[in-house]
T-cell receptor, first 114, second 114 residues
Framework: GAGVSQSPSNKVTEKGKDVELRCDPI?????LYWYRQSLGQGLEFLIY????????KSGLPSDRFSAERTGGSVSTLTIQRTQQEDSAVYLC????????????FGNGTRLTVT | GNSVTQMEGPVTLSEEAFLTINCTYT??????LFWYVQYPGEGLQLLLK?????DKGSNKGFEATYRKETTSFHLEKGSVQVSDSAVYFC?????????????FGQGTELSVKP
């Protein structure tokens, strides 16, 4: 079926505004991840959902960042009171249950905070 | 903790040259190891993986061998092509309560000139 879908593909927002980024994982994948890729940097882990377990939020950089996953499928990453340093590409990925299942990435949302 | 270190880029090679991109890791437990590739304008995709010591992952002419004794997973290709120009990411995941969360290296940009 379809791959991981993210929307919007690009988002420009003013400093201080809230933004919501959406991820639609591959059907049947129980694990969902959010990563952030800043210019010239590697991939920074943000948050991980696995089935009905409590999410691993250990990578969220501040309390302005939050994410939820409704019905074990679609996920929304919310950034409140955006700052210029939040500008990055936000990547979503999904995978099967096994810890060595490969991740399937979406094309990302490029966020620019002006 | 768990971490991945890659050689810094950019790496510039002529077509048909031999490629090595070094990757070393630190992990608690027994990680699975991965190489992901990001072609220009595209999302990340799995290139190859190895799930236990001495395993060799291979795909598209690329190879990497899981070396537990040196905690390494170096990526090699005998003869690169212009189409191999991309950013390459080494990653690990560890079984346990971290589930399949991938820890990525910072990425190595490869540029192949005709």
């Amino acid at each position: 079926g379809a791959g991981v879908s993210q929307s919007p593909s690009n988002k420009v927002t003013e400093k201080g505004k809230d933004v919501e980024l959406r991820c639609d994982p591959i059907s049947g994948h129980t694990a969902l991840y959010w990563y952030r890729q800043s210019l010239g940097q590697g991939l920074e882990f943000l948050i991980y959902f696995q089935g009905n377990s409590a999410p691993d939020k250990s990578g969220l950089p501040s309390d302005r960042f939050s994410a939820e996953r409704t019905g074990g499928s679609v996920s929304t990453l919310t950034i409140q009171r955006t700052q210029q340093e939040d500008s990055a590409v936000y990547l979503c990925a999904s995978s099967g249950v096994s810890y060595n299942s490969p991740l399937h990435f979406g094309n990302g949302t490029r966020l620019t905070v002006t | 903790g768990n971490s991945v270190t890659q050689m810094e880029g950019p790496v510039t090679l002529s077509e048909e040259a031999f490629l090595t991109i070094n990757c070393t890791y630190t992990a608690t437990g027994y990680p699975s190891l991965f190489w992901y590739v990001q072609y220009p304008g595209e999302g990340l995709q799995l290139l190859l993986k190895a799930t236990k010591a001495d395993d060799k992952g291979s795909n598209k002419g690329f190879e990497a061998t899981y070396r537990k004794e040196t905690t390494s997973f170096h990526l090699e290709k005998g003869s690169v092509q212009v189409s191999d120009s991309a950013v390459y990411f080494c990653a690990l995941s560890v079984e346990g309560n971290q589930g399949g969360k991938l820890i990525f290296g910072q990425g190595t940009e490869l540029s192949v000139k005709p």
